[in-house]
């Protein structure tokens, strides 16, 4: 040993060391942790005679931006591979030192996401083998079976593991979300190894457990424990793991009982917390660490933490090197544990800030994501404190780096301070956003994942209103420059914004987009996409308002307007005429077309109509003379082709758009709906007997050689004929053979396996239900046929009553999942749906049966199935079995049955357009109105959610009136129906009866108006982030995969003013209490102010108030008499907080989907778009865009205005001072580090100061004036660690336990100062506890 230890040396000593083995850190090859490490320090039990060193695990934990439930200071898993690269340097020194390591759970619950999330994984992934080993086997049928015997062979063993893999990982995950019940906590299994392997006493349960008793157990004493343990931690000279083993158990108490942090004695618990942080084991510092982060309670918690001068030893762990990275992050931990407190970020000193700056600048640092994330968060909360400490510039680089993972979150962290003036000062004028084009604009470097990452960042700002106002300042600068890119001839560039481009206008690719981007021709997609390949969801818009439009399409219109006036068509054109790449060429001419179908769709005449002429193109195009011309007219025809067929193309079930432009293609829908005459019924006997020879089935008995296609044609058309059926049975043995097949004891049909390709056989058997029951012949064939009788047998064995038993029952839960025997209740819901065949199934006793099965609680699997695939537009059995699992089922059958009315409750079975009565819906609205009484609040929920959806119809919503529903009882969960009863006058009269209508307006007047901003905008930002998956239209029979018609649109919730003014009534009530004048006189007094945050909130609702009003044609005369839209429109463009011109935007939008509110708009400066029926879609855009993008560069605060107060310049000035020249030149020569070109210099003359021994390196008062610098300027990491490995060791223990005026210690060796006596330390904390720190450090 040579000299004294510095002050960072923390390591086992060489004792310490003999008796671990070298152990690599688990990492896989990746280099990210394996996720089943834990978070927390735990020693290793014994094995194999020997003690096995300790394993390091980091794992980030908890959300990025908000407190973390699940333990103080944890970390954000999506920044896990970051955080872990492949370790290298001294192994042996890492691995010697980490006595017996172990990450603890933290969360028990977590670590079930993360397993639940990996089956998830798994389970997708074995989804996707079963979809290709299908596709395999489906591509295989077309050739000849002898050939491809052995290839099918092994498809279908690979499928069969395939099923049963989904199986096992569909239980696992059943039995994970499976809720477990409460256990009383018992001692773990790391407390029965400490306690046995420390000898101090025996297992806590050893012998109860002997006994097999374990309720005898008496009840923990939390404070006894606690104080146990504490007394153990005060036990001197025992091994790390003694420590860390007893901190652990602490922590566990902590969990266990979380109300005794409340109750610290910080006096005692404070000395062992600083006798743990001063230890000179890693393990023990970091066990201390985590033990004091638990007993963290509230802001008093803190600044006793604080009294302790615990700040000294924060920031010299964070410098420390990389083999001491489990100390690092649990201080890095502790640190985030303040900011999980109210007003806890107050307590985070700037040199802890510092010292995390220098971490999150040092680019090979493994904690450095953690850092840029706890500097994002310290940034929300204190932005003054971050600015002041250096903060902002390692989060801008970030941020435009495109390194950092989680860049949504950073991005929103500034997006937060620029939405407000107040916060806004800390940033420069939009420059910190405009670092993420960077890597598109510098396409020399540009590389693939940071263009991607960067385009994610982009995409968030620009889908918030504070990002996309600061992105346009300057004229559209930032949003410019990315669309230049297109002209560089960068692919990867360019495809990254044509990709980025899809996205921010929410593009969904036509279903044939993939085939024409592998350069297919589109000549075939005309008849392709007039085809229905499944049946879809279709829309039920509100009759009263055809052309009412969401806010994302409202906020998508203004993105597209900037777009366009960004010059954005000219680069897509210039990329059609110059790219290379094929594809590339062909996805852009996609885009071009998507976007002007957009643009017709969305934006104002005034805008769309130049637009659609694509005047460049057509230029160079006719310039006949110049050989670029080809091309041109070569990306004009792609271009009509691919506009021609968007057109042709039925829009998708959630697309609103075209069907309000043209409402015919609705009336073509209804048509397509109507039963056709199949020119196939009527053919003549030669050609139906060559289809029949065609099938297959009269030359084979093999049902994988027939031709199905052929088999659906035939019964789809010829065999409607009577005659044709006829002779189809007794002429030939086509039916006989058909029906074979499907009989259940033939185990042919019901011992297929159930995939997409075998669903074929399905619809085939359905339609031929569906055509015996259309003759006399086929009644009667099918009366007389096994097929029923077999079916009804199997029912039988699954009904108790019926005295039919099987060891294998034909309707197993088993055999349902894995077979198509779930197939057969599909051909029983087809002759559910007519009257002879209800009469066939009441004759097999089948109807009986079911009445049975409904009663059984252990099959909700067969109770769903029969529910789900009956036909309920006949009055019959089937309704008053539909009924019953309504009301006498379990509650999660009657969940299931009131779901299955939705598509019988909003639509019309009569003749004729849909929406002319309510039809044959009655009987499920009686029976929805009937489930609001259900005594379980989700049923109640489900029918309130599909009443609202048939409510849409005028004529079904004054039938539910009529129904009198009463919701008093249901609470806020009844509120939106109760408020679509108001757009009628028969509601209105039948609430105002109840004496609703005046309460609920009082209750909304006096507050629910304010709770509604924060529920609409919630709203917004759900539909905002939400990107819907395209799911396929895949049909699956099995129980776990039926989803019916549920409620996906993402709806704005009601407004009560909006329902209120749907009627003259209303209109009446609303004028004779003067509300609408309440809400323009606040608008117009307070509306412009923007540091007022209660003042504010009221001006938002005030606005959604007006603008919900407005939209109504009733409603409208109130903007006038008022004349609040002119406050309005001058929110909109000149407001100080961005968010709150976005809600002046969504506003006017309300307004100008009525008549008048977009005539006073357009005198304004606004227009919007219209049917073509003069229909305002409520689509209102400026026609100058820049009195709406008109924010000016802001004046930014600088950093020494913040920093430099007169404290704090008083502070750093005394710090550069001292009585002692070494000292002096010392204090000096630290600042001389923060120079580059002098840092070497100073560095070698302070190794030579520090080679003479001199006393400055012993006394606290120049560690604390050196701490004071390195708080008040900027230093490297490296530096900071060179600064603080000059001081002694003993200089940090007198200051953190307050001995500095101790100079008798000064001069004494560091092995005495390790012997203190212990009573004069209890003394000296006891006296200090109170005092506060003399430095902010």
């Not at 023990?284 to 004091?292: E, L, N, P, S």
């Not at 057109?647 to 073509?668: E, F, H, K, M, W």
């Amino acid at each position: 040993m040579v000299g004294p230890p510095s002050i960072l040396s923390s390591s086992a000593t060489t004792t310490q060391k003999s008796f671990y083995t070298q152990q690599s850190t688990p990492y896989n090859t990746n280099g990210a942790k394996i996720p089943s490490d834990r978070d927390g320090l735990q020693p290793g039990a014994l094995a194999n005679g020997a003690r096995s060193n300790s394993s390091l695990s980091f794992g980030p934990r908890g959300s990025s931006l908000a407190p973390s439930p699940a333990a103080p200071g944890s970390f954000s898993s999506n920044m896990r591979n970051q955080l872990a690269p492949s370790r290298t340097g001294s192994g042996q020194d890492i691995n010697a030192s980490m006595v017996n390591l172990e990450r603890l759970d933290e969360d028990d619950g977590l670590v079930s996401e993360q397993v639940l999330a990996t089956l998830r994984e798994s389970l997708n992934r074995e989804m996707k083998i079963k979809e290709g080993s299908e596709n395999m086997l489906e591509a295989l049928n077309t050739k000849k079976a002898k050939q491809t015997k052995e290839q099918r062979q092994r498809v279908e063993a690979e499928l069969n593991s395939s099923n049963q893999k989904i199986k096992e990982l569909r239980n696992q995950i059943t039995e994970l979300q499976r809720p477990k019940p409460p256990t009383t906590p018992t001692r773990t299994r790391m407390d029965v190894i400490f306690q046995s392997s420390n000898g101090l006493r025996s297992p806590h349960s050893a012998t109860k457990s002997a006994t097999g008793s374990e309720f005898d157990e008496p009840t923990e004493s939390p404070t006894y424990a606690l104080a146990e343990i504490l007394q153990a931690l005060e036990v001197e000279g025992l091994t790390p793991d003694y420590y860390v083993g007893h901190a652990n158990n602490l922590v566990e108490l902590f969990k266990r009982h979380p109300t005794l942090k409340y109750d610290l004695v910080w006096s005692v618990f404070g000395l062992r917390m600083q006798v743990m942080l001063l230890s000179e084991s890693r393990e023990v510092v970091a066990a201390g660490y985590r033990m004091t982060r638990y007993a963290i309670s509230d802001i008093s918690s803190l600044q006793k933490i604080r009294s302790l001068n615990i700040d000294y030893l924060v920031v010299l762990s964070l410098i420390k090197e990389r083999k001491a990275d489990v100390e690092r992050e649990q201080a890095l931990k502790f640190v985030r544990a303040f900011l999980d407190v109210k007003d806890g970020v107050s307590e985070v000193s700037r040199a802890v800030v510092r010292t995390i700056t220098s971490v999150a600048e040092h680019t090979e640092d493994r904690l450095k994501a953690i850092c840029i994330e706890t500097l994002a968060e310290i940034m929300v909360r204190n932005p003054a404190l971050l600015v002041a400490s250096g903060g902002l510039r390692p989060l801008a680089d970030a941020l435009g780096e495109g390194t950092y993972e989680a860049s949504g979150s950073l991005t929103a962290a500034f997006l937060f301070l620029l939405d407000a003036p107040q916060r806004r000062k800390y940033l420069r004028s939009g420059y910190e956003l405009e670092v993420l084009f960077t890597a598109f604009t510098d396409s020399l470097y540009a590389k693939e994942n940071i263009l991607k990452q960067n385009s994610k960042a982009i995409s968030y700002a620009l889908k918030s209103w504070p990002g996309l106002m600061t992105l346009s300042m300057y004229n559209f600068r930032a949003i410019r420059s990315l669309v230049s890119c297109l002209m560089l001839p960068n692919p990867t560039i360019r495809e990254t914004v044509i990709d980025l481009l899809y996205s921010l206008l929410r593009i969904k690719s036509p279903f044939w987009a993939t085939s024409f981007l592998a350069g297919r021709r589109l000549t075939t997609y005309g008849r392709v996409a007039t085809l229905k390949a499944a049946p879809q969801k279709t829309a039920q818009p509100v009759e009263e308002e055809p052309g009412e439009k969401s806010f994302v399409d409202h906020y998508t219109a203004l993105l597209l307007a900037v777009l366009i006036a960004s010059d954005m068509l000219p680069g897509l054109l210039q990329v059609t005429r110059d790219a290379d790449n094929s594809m590339l060429k062909r996805k852009t001419t996609l885009l071009i077309g998507e976007v002007l179908k957009l643009a017709d769709s969305l934006l104002p005449s005034t805008w769309s109509a130049d637009l659609q002429l694509l005047p460049e193109l057509f230029s160079a195009a006719s310039h006949f003379g110049d050989n670029e011309r080809f091309d041109a007219t070569g990306t004009v025809y792609q271009i009509s082709s691919v506009s021609r067929t968007l057109y042709r193309t039925v829009p998708a079930a959630g697309n609103i758009l075209a069907s309000s432009i043209n409402s015919s293609q609705d009336n073509l829908a209804s048509l397509e709906d109507q039963p056709k005459s199949n020119p196939n019924v009527t053919l003549d006997e030669t050609t139906f007997r060559q289809l029949l020879v065609e099938t297959q089935v009269l030359s084979s008995t093999n049902p994988t050689k027939w031709k199905w296609d052929i088999i659906l044609k035939i019964i789809e058309g010829p065999l409607l004929n009577g005659k044709r059926l006829d002779e189809a049975i007794k002429a030939s043995k086509f039916i006989k053979r058909i029906m074979s097949f499907y009989r259940p004891f033939k185990y042919k049909f019901a011992e297929v396996r159930n995939t997409r390709i075998t669903q074929k056989y399905v619809k085939v058997g359905c339609a031929l239900i569906h055509t015996l029951l259309q003759t006399v012949e086929g009644v009667r064939y099918l009366a007389d046929n096994k097929l029923l009788r077999q079916i009804a047998e199997c029912l039988a064995q699954c009904d108790p009553t019926s005295g039919l038993t099987a060891q294998s029952p034909m309707f197993s839960k088993e055999r349902l999942q894995e077979t198509l025997c779930c197939g057969y209740f599909a051909m029983l819901g087809t002759m559910s749906g007519d009257l002879k065949g209800l009469q066939m199934l009441d004759r097999w006793r089948m109807i009986n049966m079911m009445y049975h099965i409904i009663d059984l609680k252990q099959r909700p699997d067969l109770i769903k199935l029969l529910l789900s695939n009956f036909d309920y537009s006949l009055p019959g059995h089937p309704r008053v079995l539909l009924s019953k699992a309504l009301t006498a089922g379990s509650k999660e059958i009657r969940i299931y049955a009131t779901n299955v009315l939705r598509k019988y409750s909003s639509r019309s079975r009569t003749n004729g357009p849909g929406n002319q009565g309510v039809g044959d819906s009655k009987w499920a609205i009686q029976l929805l109105v009937t489930q609001l009484y259900d005594p379980e609040v989700e049923v109640c929920a489900t029918a309130i959610k599909i009443l609202e959806e048939a409510c849409n119809r005028k004529n079904y919503l004054e039938y539910i009136v009529e129904c009198r529903p009463a919701l008093d009882h249901l609470g806020e969960i009844g509120a939106p129906l109760l408020l679509r009863f108001l757009s009628t006058s028969i509601g209105y009269h039948y609430l105002d009866g109840l004496d609703y209508i005046s309460n609920e307006m009082d209750d909304w007047f006096l507050g629910r108006n304010d709770t509604y901003v924060g529920v609409i905008e919630a709203s917004l930002a759900r539909s905002f982030v939400e990107v819907t998956e395209e799911t396929s239209n895949r049909l699956s029979m099995d129980v776990d995969s039926f989803e019916l018609e549920g409620d996906n649109d993402a709806h704005v919730p009601p407004h009560f003013y909006r329902e209120l003014t749907r009627t003259k009534e209303g209109c009446k009530l609303l004028r004779d209490k003067g509300h609408f004048e309440e809400f323009a006189t606040t608008i117009r007094e307070y509306g412009m102010l923007s540091d007022d945050s209660e003042l504010i909130l009221k001006v938002k609702g005030c606005l959604w108030a007006v603008g919900n009003v407005g939209s109504m044609e009733l409603g409208a005369p109130f903007l006038e008499e008022c004349d609040v839209v002119e406050n309005i429109v001058r929110i909109a463009e000149s407001h100080e907080i961005m968010s709150l011109r976005g809600t002046a935007f969504f506003v006017l939008g309300l307004i100008s989907r009525s008549v008048h509110g977009l005539e006073i708009l357009s005198e304004f400066g606004w227009d919007s778009n219209t049917t073509r029926m003069g229909v305002s879609l409520g689509l209102c855009i400026p026609q100058n865009l820049g009195k709406f993008f008109s924010f000016q560069p802001w004046k930014h605060e600088k950093v020494s205005d913040i920093v430099m107060t007169e404290s704090q310049k008083a502070a750093a000035e005394s710090a550069k001072t001292d009585d002692d020249i070494v000292n002096l030149r010392i204090l000096e020569l630290i600042v001389d580090l923060g120079n580059t070109v002098l840092q070497k210099r100073a560095m070698t003359e302070l190794m030579h100061i520090k080679a003479k021994k001199v006393p400055g390196f012993k006394q606290p008062a120049l560690f604390k004036k050196i701490m004071t610098l390195l708080e008040s300027h900027h230093f490297r990491l490296g530096v900071r660690h060179f600064v603080a490995e000059l001081f002694d060791r003993s200089v940090l223990r007198r200051i953190v336990f307050g001995e500095e005026n101790s100079d008798d210690e000064m001069n004494s060796d560091v092995d005495d100062t390790g012997s203190e006596g212990r009573t004069e330390r209890q003394r000296s904390i006891s006296d200090l506890s109170g005092t506060a720190p003399e430095s902010g450090v």
